[in-house]
């Protein structure tokens, strides 16, 4: 794994081991966290860019995977599975300061909770993925009562905003943004949602029909988009920077951009303004 500043134009390599799981990177650029093989468990390693420090989450003697981090990087929420005799898996959220831990799901089974960790450590989104339900944890007053999709309606989470407004979850072909503050959702049909920006504003997605452009970047309030790329192109949760203005993405075209002739995939930004 490697992490870019793209203001000093400076790649470096973070550790030395395989991740098991593509990283997640803090509000603030400073902290990386990802899940490695360790013996025969998971474990979750953390990354401090400007000192090359790594120390390790508590998994309390089982595996953990799935981090998301808070924008300055001391709270971090993960999923830990159980060992046998026992089964199913903790949703948790751990503060690395004071090694304090918050229990926020307690789950039967081993799919994948894929928990979603606000800015403010305020809220935290995960799915029940044996039920297709999508719940929200709220530090102040605990889970919502139910999923926020409704009882009838099956669902998989994308992700939480990092102000922790708004929730994208997949329910059929369709993509539905969840408004916290309203408890409405906007659907955005035909549409694979890939990530949303820190304010909520904007939505990545990769259209359903085939022949037309890869990624499309939604302004939600304007109802506007904005193509990213119209080549073959994949892009991960965290790709769009505040307020849209840029978006990462991956691809094996080679005419993307002038000169590339590694004959390999590449990562991309588009800045849109």
């Known amino acids: 794994m490697f992490v870019r500043d793209r203001r000093t134009g400076q790649t470096g390599r973070i550790g030395y081991l395989t991740t098991l799981q593509p990283p997640a990177i803090s509000g603030d650029g400073e902290h990386v966290a990802y899940p490695v093989q360790w013996m025969n468990d998971v474990r979750i390693r953390q990354y401090q860019v400007s000192t090359g420090r790594t120390i390790s989450a508590d998994c309390s003697a089982h595996s953990c995977n799935q981090p998301s981090l808070g924008a300055d990087g001391r709270h971090i929420a993960l999923a830990i599975r159980f060992k046998?005799?026992?089964?199913?898996?903790?949703?948790?959220?751990?503060?690395?300061?004071?090694?304090?831990?918050?229990?926020?799901?307690?789950?039967?089974?081993?799919?994948?909770?894929?928990?979603?960790?606000?800015?403010?450590?305020?809220?935290?989104?995960?799915?029940?993925?044996?039920?297709?339900?999508?719940?929200?944890?709220?530090r102040t007053g605990g889970t919502d009562p139910g999923p926020i999709e409704g009882p009838a309606k099956s669902a998989s989470l994308v992700q939480l905003s990092d102000d922790g407004g708004k929730v994208v979850y997949l329910s059929g072909s369709d993509t539905y943004v969840h408004d916290m503050s309203s408890g409405t959702a906007q659907q955005v049909p035909d549409a694979r949602g890939v990530a949303i920006d820190p304010t909520g504003r904007y939505l990545l997605y990769a259209p359903q029909a085939t022949g037309g452009p890869s990624l499309v970047l939604r302004d939600l309030r304007r109802g506007t988009d904005e193509t990213i790329s119209d080549r073959p192109a994949t892009a991960g949760t965290d790709a769009v920077s505040a307020d849209g203005r840029d978006v990462v993405f991956q691809s094996a075209a080679d005419d993307i951009v002038p000169g590339d002739t590694n004959g390999k995939p590449d990562v991309f930004v588009r800045h849109l303004y």
């Open 84 to 138: 046998a005799p026992l089964s199913g898996q903790r949703v948790e959220v751990q503060d690395w300061n004071t090694g304090a831990k918050q229990t926020v799901a307690d789950l039967g089974h081993t799919l994948p909770s894929r928990p979603s960790l606000s800015g403010d450590v305020r809220r935290l989104a995960y799915q029940d993925a044996q039920a297709e339900d999508v719940f929200v944890w709220d």
